[in-house]
Each structure stands twice: as C-alpha cells, then as structure tokens.
C-alpha cells in the first residue's frame, strides 16, 4: 500500500429506530445509495470516487435490542450508520489543529529522551532495590511515550518533512526494539481497515470459525491475564491468528513490492539495536542490562497493549464490528473508545484522545484534545465519554478483565456483528 486512501460516505440521515415486536420481524430491506465523493481527512487532501454501498434499513431484532442504549427514553443503536458525514466533523475542528510543527514535535522528542537517560543514570547511580521498582514503572511509561512520537512519525502528524518523520521514527522505535517501517505499513492497515472484522489487522475479533479452531492452551494464553498484555514482540514476528506474514519480512503480504527497501532498512536499524544491547551486556553484566532495560521493556509491551486493546475493546455496551457494505471507514472509526490515563495523558502525548486520531491520523498530537472537544457536537451519541481517571488509570484493569472475560469471538456470519462469550473459558457469561 503506498499512499493513504481514506474514505468517507457521504449518507444522508435514515429514519429514527423504534423497537420492533419479537416476533414476525420482517426481513431487512436495502436502498442502493450511489457514493460521489471521498475524502482524505485532511482539509487539503480530496478525491472524488464512485461507490454502490448497501445501506439496509435496519429492522430492529432480538439480538440487536440486548447492544442499544437506552438514554432518555430513546434507543440509541450503535451500528446504525451516523447522521453525519466525514467531512462534517472535518469541518467543526478548528484549522490550527491540522498545522505540524516540527520544532514542537522535536521538543518533545528532546524532553522525553532526556528522561528516558535521567532515569536511567539515576537508578545505576541509586542501585537500590527501593528504587528498581519505581524506575522500572518510571522507564517502561517513557519507553511508552518514546513509542507514541515515533508512531506520530509514521502517520505523518510529527511534520510534513518525509525525511524528518523516517530519520526520528526509526531512533525511536529501533531504540525500544519496534521495526519502524514494518509496523507503520501495518498500522497503516489498522487504520485504513478499522472496525472490519477480517481486514483489520491488530486486536480484531475472531471469528467463531478461527476460534473455535484453537487448541486450549492458545485460547487461555489468549485470553487469561496477565498474557494478552505480553502480546506484541510475538504479533510483529507473526502476526495474529488467521493472518500471515512477518513484520521484519520483506516478502511478507503485509508490504507492497515497492516497500521491501523499507522494510529491509528498518530491520537492519533493529538489528543494530540488539547487537548494541548484546554488547551493552558485556561491558555492564547481563543483570544490570536487565535492570535498566529488560525489564522497562516488558513494561513498555505491557503499556502498548493495554492502551492499544482498551481503544477498540471493553465498553459497558457492546460496540459493532463490521464487514461486507455495512463496513465504511467512517462507521468503523466511531466504534473506537477515548481514555483517561490521568497523570499520564501529558505523558504518553494523549494518546487516549482516540477517536479523533483514528478519524484524521495526521492531527499532531498536541492538538487531539482540542480537536475532540470541538468534534463532540457533531459526532452526538456516537462520541462514547470516557470516565475520568485518578492520578494513575487503575481503574481501567476493571475493562480489561471484564473484556476478557467477554468478547471472545464474533459470528462467521452477518454483516454488523457483536462480539460473543465462550462459556467454556473461566469467568465468561453465558
């Protein structure tokens, strides 16, 4: 895939849902809707295309009425397709907010380096074990923090200088161990794909076909804590169940022919890394390299995967997965989640601000929040407020095990599909 390709439907409002009797629910019935145009996110960037999208009207069933809402009186689905267009919420976010600042960008990038080696020389000097700990939750949040900019690097929102983004992208994510070019190509994909059951490519559902075909110890590593929360080294090596291909190979289906030097250059960049920490071992003993950067990196996986499923994943109400012409990228981006991270918001570059990432990727992140609280009118019901956080996000291990416990596959069939507990595994519900 070499360039961005963002979609937005441009759907006119369908009628208001009301519930249906449970019984004799008619079948649904479809309107043809001819798409004419496109666009590409940014205020600058269109382009006119020609879809045939199937917009059904939806009749209300009984497994759909257990996943609406109910506020004030009126049900709320949330697989409905919205009221609004893409270019509607484009147009409510202030201009400054889509403006790259490089010299911003690099400050933080300064800043966050600058801590990470502080730490590092503080707890080498302290060398106490009252202090390991505390660095170690310290170093693994700012290996965290390095990961977020050089994921900005790889959509674009660090600056509009390609150089700039390969050259910053690649120091920070070889330092934590990240292939920069594999994994944006990828993430690329995730956000190209979002909320689509099978084209999505990371913490999509399974479905029950594929899930069903695990053996058990997969599923309880699956889906039993603290595993899940280890996942990432193991998916950029192999990606994840059903999907083939490697992030450090360049012949994998993941890339396009013309992306192989790419590929080939960041795997080369985290090689360097590891030879560097093999060598940072003999000269510092394998102890203290574990001290000071094994154990913060198993942090930092822990950090990505808890905030990178927590955004797709664990609302109080169940949330849609796509495919077929009921997916569009507009649909799929509102069933991402905002989150709270509390003291670590400023840290990890707000992060949590996700929708609006996931919508228009090439945001800065400095600008997220504004952009968010300047979108909410328009995206109504379908902006889901995250509750607020203490100091530290403790709470959010309550949606994580809950999830767990929960959405474990989605049906092999339909178009709008839920996920589905599998009452074999410890503490699902039936």
């Known amino acids: 895939m ?20 449970r019984t004799k629910v008619p079948s649904a019935t479809s309107i043809n809707l001819r798409i004419s145009r496109t666009d590409l996110g940014g205020p600058s960037l269109s382009r006119n295309w020609a879809l045939r999208v199937s917009a059904p009207l939806r009749i209300q069933t009984v497994g759909e009425e257990d996943n609406q809402t109910r506020n004030n009186g009126d049900f709320f689905d949330p697989g409905a397709p919205p009221p609004f267009k893409l270019s509607d919420i484009r147009a409510a976010i202030p201009k400054h907010c889509w403006v790259k600042n490089p010299w911003k960008s690099m400050s933080y990038v300064v800043r966050d380096v600058a801590i990470a080696f502080g730490l590092a020389a503080a707890a080498a000097y302290l060398n106490n074990w009252a202090v390991w700990p505390l660095y170690w939750f310290a170093q693994s949040t700012m290996f965290w923090a390095l990961f977020v900019l050089g994921h900005d690097c790889g959509h674009g929102s660090f600056s509009n200088n390609h150089k700039l983004n390969s050259v910053a992208g690649h120091i920070l994510h070889s330092s934590i161990l990240v292939p920069y070019h594999g994994w944006r190509i990828s993430h690329r994909t995730h956000h190209q794909n979002h909320g689509h059951v099978e084209n999505d490519e990371s913490w999509h559902p399974l479905p029950e076909k594929i899930f069903k075909s695990l053996d058990d110890a997969t599923k309880k590593l699956r889906f039993t804590l603290p595993f899940p929360l280890f996942a990432y080294p193991f998916y950029l090596w192999s990606r994840s169940p059903g999907k083939k291909g490697s992030h450090f190979d360049p012949n994998s289906d993941l890339f396009l022919p013309n992306e192989k030097k790419d590929v080939i250059t960041s ?8 030879a560097l920490l093999v060598g940072l071992s003999f000269v510092m003993g394998p102890i203290q390299m574990l001290k000071l950067y094994g154990i913060p990196y198993w942090g930092f996986v822990m950090w990505l995967d808890l905030v990178t499923y927590l955004h797709h994943h664990g609302h109080d109400d169940k949330l849609p997965w796509y495919r077929g012409e009921e997916w569009s990228y507009l649909r799929g981006g509102l069933t991402t989640l905002d989150r709270d991270y509390g003291w670590i918001n400023n840290i990890h570059h707000d992060i949590g601000t996700h929708v609006i990432h996931h919508l228009f990727p090439q945001i800065p992140h400095y600008h997220l929040v504004e952009a968010t609280e300047a979108a909410k009118p328009v995206l109504g019901k379908y902006y889901r407020e995250p509750k607020k956080s203490g100091p530290l996000p403790i709470y959010l291990l309550g949606y994580l095990i809950k999830s767990m416990e929960e959405d474990h596959y989605v049906s092999d069939t339909g178009d709008v599909v839920y996920y589905q507990a599998d009452p074999n595994l410890s503490g699902s519900q039936k």
């Not at 070499?2 to 009797?21: M, Q, T």
């Not at 795997?267 to 590891?274: D, E």
């Open 267 to 274: 795997t080369l960049c985290w090689m360097a890394m590891a």
């Open 2 to 21: 070499a360039s961005w390709v963002l979609s937005e439907l441009g759907l006119r409002p369908l009628p208001r849902i009301y519930p249906k009797p």
